[in-house]
């Protein structure tokens, strides 16, 4: 089984059309926090695959992507404390396809 890393994925986008193109981007790769962050369980392939892609999305000179890695996955428990609106911590789970 390859090792998973966990990630949190903030973005800054100029463009609502490239954010949009992002945002989809990243809605194949992890569990959407907030308006433009992502929790993300991802192999070393995935995160490259990630990467590419965004790059392919952006505009470097106006837009800007931090990638956060937290450590394996399997040894990590993020915590995180929310004020205002409720949240829900995202949950290991399978998805059959």
């Known amino acids: 089984m390859a090792r998973e890393r966990l990630y949190v994925v903030a973005y800054d986008i100029s463009d609502r059309k490239r954010w949009k193109k992002v945002f989809k981007t990243m809605k194949g790769y992890g569990h959407w ?6 929790q993300c ?3 070393a392939r995935r995160r490259f695959e990630m990467t ?3 790059e392919e999305a952006i505009k470097p000179s106006e837009d800007h992507v931090v990638i956060l890695d937290l ?3 399997g040894e990590v428990d993020p915590r995180g404390e929310s004020l205002g609106k409720s949240y829900n911590a995202p949950e290991r789970r399978a998805i059959i396809v």
């Open 33 to 38: 926090l907030q308006l433009s962050v992502f």
């Open 41 to 43: 369980r991802l192999t």
């Open 52 to 54: 590419e892609r965004l």
């Open 71 to 73: 450590g394996p996955a």
